[in-house]
């Protein structure tokens, strides 16, 4: 009797160890091994996008440029859009529209914010190729295309200058830095930059076209006009 009560207490425990053995290896697995996708594909992805979003607002802080007092922040440069590509020569003065990717940004859509000395939203650049429905909700918001820049400009030019990356080349967009922060005035497309002549005026070339008679559009033509500018708009060059 006492030698099948001992077998009787061997069995128990080898069932003990059989049956535990597998849950234990279960929940180290669940706990520590298994993928978070596999528990929480949503959790997972929101986890992702939040580690991604911090790495790129990280890298966007150090994007910002002091001009006669306002602080321009361009966002969207860590996008991998082909558009971030027209970026790369002037990084720190650019900003790309944002992948489908990040509709989950707290600044999706918004490629760079002007504020003024006391950190108030004097301009919003909001992208105008990722939703036809994004439309400005403010006096201050405006729609660029997938790039803008801030333009180089020598330290005599009198306004701030911003290039919009267009399909034949720039838009440049003038705003006053005096007085308040307000647009001039705008021109393109082009694909220069602004050039002085020896009275030091400022002029730019645009591209204009133009169909010749009973042409249709694939007929168009293509020709440079400089235009100068004058007291805060743009006049046909007629020297």
Known sequence: MALQYIKLSILKKIILITVSTPILIILYYLLFVLDPRLLSERQYQISLI?????????????????????????????SNTVYSRLCEDSKPFCGAAPDRGQEHYPNYGVMMIVKDQDDNIVLKAISNNLNSDLKPSSFNEQKFNNVVMLADQPSSFPYLVLKDAMGRGYRYHLYSTKN???????????????????????LID???????????????IWNTVPYKLVDGHFEIDSE
């Open 206 to 220: 645009v591209q204009r076209s133009y169909l010749p008679p009973l042409g249709s559009i694939s007929d168009q």
């Open 180 to 202: 308040g922060f307000r647009k001039v005035t705008d021109i393109g497309p082009t694909t220069t930059d602004f050039y002085q002549n020896k009275e030091s005026d400022y």
């Open 50 to 78: 939040q580690k991604k979003h911090e790495e790129c607002t990280k890298e966007q802080s150090k994007n910002i440029h002091k001009v006669d007092g306002y602080s321009i922040q361009f966002l969207g440069i860590c």
